[in-house]
């Protein structure tokens, strides 16, 4: 075991869950009537269309699949990626609990009934159309990607890159086409993602934190 968190000791970073998780939880009960309603005159012109329920859930593997390998593969880049997810989704909970916010874009009537839109009833039910601004959903993809994009051990594989940009689009799309978000909502967490980009994948942050982490050592 003390070899196994010697080798990998950036697994602490899984203790962000116990800060994130109930953090979530308690926004998700306490905005439920009094919030911002977040609205653009552009999302009345994005359709509702229940098969964007796929890539929506393909986020969790998305996400998922994407810290599992990096964490086996390379702890470096998956620090860079983990702050970056850790950072932003702090922020974006940050700002949903000093600007409380949410939607009503969601459809009353569904023009089908498919598995798919049963889906998104179910999705409707389990999640509330609030705490939406930034986009935690986008922001998390966009984050996956650029690690993805970065990653030396997909430096030649073209395809690999080209498949996770498709996979982020797509998840991007769906949290409009759904109506789980406003495009208020992505153009935020788009905002964000550049933000933190240079702040955690940029070799400029990680010269200096290791000389300040060589400074504190000596």
């Excluded at 899984?14 to 994130?20: D, P, R, S, W």
Aim: proline share 4%.
């Amino acid at each position: 075991m003390k070899e196994f968190l010697k080798k990998y000791n950036h697994s602490l970073f899984a203790l962000y869950l116990f800060l994130y998780l109930p953090w979530f939880v308690y926004l998700e009960k306490t905005v439920t009537t009094d919030f911002y309603v977040i609205h653009s005159p552009l999302d009345d012109l994005i359709p509702f269309c229940e098969y964007f329920i796929i890539p929506y859930y393909i986020w969790f593997g998305y996400v998922a699949v994407a810290c599992i390998y990096f964490f086996f593969k390379s702890k470096d880049e998956f620090i860079k990626m983990a702050s970056f997810l850790c950072i932003g989704m702090s922020i974006c909970l940050l700002i949903c609990t000093i600007f409380p916010n949410g939607l009503a874009l969601r459809p009353q009537t569904f023009a089908r009934d498919n598995i798919f839109v049963k889906l998104v009833k179910g999705l409707y039910i389990t999640d509330t159309p609030t705490n939406v601004c930034p986009s935690i959903h986008v922001y998390n993809s966009i984050g996956v990607h650029i690690a993805v994009s970065r990653a030396k051990s997909f430096e030649n594989k073209i395809y690999i890159k080209i498949i996770s940009l498709i996979i982020c689009i797509l998840i991007c799309m769906s949290t409009m086409f759904l109506k789980q978000h406003s495009i208020i909502d992505v153009c935020a967490a788009c905002i964000l993602a550049f933000i933190m980009y240079h702040l955690t994948f940029c070799p400029f942050f990680y010269k200096n934190r290791q000389k300040v982490s060589e400074q504190i050592a000596e």
